[in-house]
Nanobody, 118 residues
């Protein structure tokens, strides 16, 4: 099973930026970022499909960018124009079904906290 380790979370003010990283042991067809706020379900944020196709949740389109550097075995999530509602634990996931549904992914990282203050 692929191992995933996230980093890059932190606390920022609204309008700020953060870049999350996810180091993985080997790549899979589908890799994604999810997030989970307290008391809420885990939701898909961004999806990266092997050939470079990407997909985003409506709430982050135009603000977040997912990318992958295969030479470094690292998946990224660049987050700009952050809002307080982006506050959540962010998780990296890997799998073989390319949809932004948590149940379709089998491998997960431990998460990295992002907190955005107003």
């Amino acid at each position: 099973q692929v191992q995933l380790v996230e980093s890059g979370g932190g606390s920022v003010q609204a309008g700020g930026s953060l870049r999350l990283s996810c180091a993985y042991t080997y790549t899979t067809v589908c890799m994604a970022w999810f997030r989970q706020a307290p008391g809420k379900e885990r939701e898909g944020v961004a999806l990266y499909i092997g050939g470079g196709t990407t997909n985003y949740a409506d709430s982050v389109k135009g603000r977040f960018t997912i990318s992958k550097d295969s030479s470094k075995n690292t998946l990224y999530l660049q987050m700009n124009s952050l809002k307080p509602e982006d506050t959540a634990m962010y998780y990296c996931a890997a799998g073989f079904v390319c949809r932004l549904r948590a149940g379709d992914f089998r491998s997960w990282g431990q998460g990295t906290q992002v907190t955005v203050s107003a």
